[in-house]
């Protein structure tokens, strides 16, 4: 699946979704624009799949989809001890389309770091939690059913319990948390 002209090259470097295409069967790597490689910094075009990233691409193009649909996302242990997600479908000329992305916290396993970590409670995990979104005060009172007053309230909470004087030191202090773990 060669690339055609130089508008689909950008395209294809510029996503902000990592993008790989392989041989099929899997054996080597035709493209990975720079998401991918940040990602898997073992993609190298022209160099072989990684094997444990082919088993979890084998297991996405087993797994029943519509037609014309990708299957269903595919977790994949990186050597790192990180994760990413990738989903995997045939495509044109012997080749496969793998899209590939970061794993994301789930809200849940953030909210037990977030009580754990810093002693939040449920409700102040959730102005945080929606804090890290860019919500304001007003939006943030909406969300909660709260009054901006009492949203106010427990940010100034927040900021004593976590030691930090803003939302940008706050929203610092909760990334460097989950870099940590």
């Known amino acids: ?19 790989v ?12 624009n720079p ?3 940040s990602l898997i910094p073992e993609f190298s075009v022209g160099g072989a799949l990684p094997s ?4 979890a691409v084998t297991a996405s193009l087993a797994s029943p989809a519509a037609t014309g649909e990708f299957p269903q996302a595919q977790e994949v242990e990186l050597p790192n001890g990180g994760r990413c997600f990738l989903r995997a479908k045939p495509m044109v000329e ?27 409670s449920f409700r102040q995990v959730e102005i945080v939690s929606r804090l890290r979104l860019g919500r304001s005060n007003q939006e943030i009172a909406t969300d909660l059913g709260l ?3 009492t ?3 427990y940010l100034n ?13 706050l929203i610092a202090a909760v990334a460097k948390i989950l870099e940590d773990e």
């Not at 295409?21 to 990975?32: G, H």
């Not at 444990?52 to 088993?55: E, H, L, P, S, V």
């Not at 590939?100 to 789930?106: K, N, S």
């Open 1 to 19: 699946m060669p690339i055609d002209s130089d508008v689909e090259r950008w395209i294809v470097e510029h996503l902000d979704t990592g993008v």
């Open 21 to 32: 295409v392989s041989t099929r069967p899997l054996k080597s790597v035709i493209l990975a």
């Open 35 to 37: 998401i991918a490689r």
């Open 52 to 55: 444990f990233f082919k088993k």
């Open 94 to 120: 012997q080749t496969v389309l793998i899209i590939v992305a970061a794993a994301r916290i789930r809200s849940r396993d953030l909210q037990e770091r977030l009580k754990q970590r810093l002693g939040l």
């Open 147 to 149: 009054s901006v007053v």
């Open 151 to 153: 949203v106010k309230h």
């Open 157 to 169: 909470d927040i900021f004593a319990l976590t030691d930090v004087r803003s939302r940008t030191q």
